[in-house]
């Protein structure tokens, strides 16, 4: 069945509109897991944070018994330096727990990636109606029938 002619203007309003539909669902399906790796390498971030300031809390306990030990005078080994030495094995502990989540949220942020395919495929989209309408005559008519589905862009990008 012939389809009837269209103004240029409403077929290009049509394309864009897909296009636009189409690209949004691309960039989800891109983004999705370059999101999910941001919030765990933010959250292990959190955890080396909530562990250095636990290491520095225990710090500056560590340095109040340890002036007042030295106030009191020096004396033998006592129930003070074992608590100055359990709160120094404190510190080193919170330190390399610190140390451990930081180089991990490191890692998951290392796997942020921009949308490179997204980007690339808006630019080729436009370039391409922006050539097809420059170089088509006025009465030339155009059908455009665009309706990706899912299976359609994890065969492309290998992923839902």
Known sequence: MPTEPRHPLVEIKDAVSDFVSVQ???AAAELK?????????AG?????ALFAFH?????????ALAVGLLLHALTPLGPWA???LGFLASVLTSLLIAGVLFTLG???????????ATIAEAKATLDAVV???ASRPATTTVAVTVEPTPSDLEKTFGRP
């Open 106 to 116: 490191r890692g998951k942020f290392s796997h942020v990636k921009k949308p490179e």
């Open 44 to 48: 292990f971030f959190a955890g080396a």
């Open 24 to 26: 949004s669902e691309l």
């Open 55 to 63: 290491a520095v809390w225990m710090l500056v306990i560590l340095i």
């Open 82 to 84: 074992s608590f100055t």
């Open 131 to 133: 050539d097809a309408i």
């Open 33 to 41: 897991p370059a999101a999910k790796a941001g919030a765990v390498g």
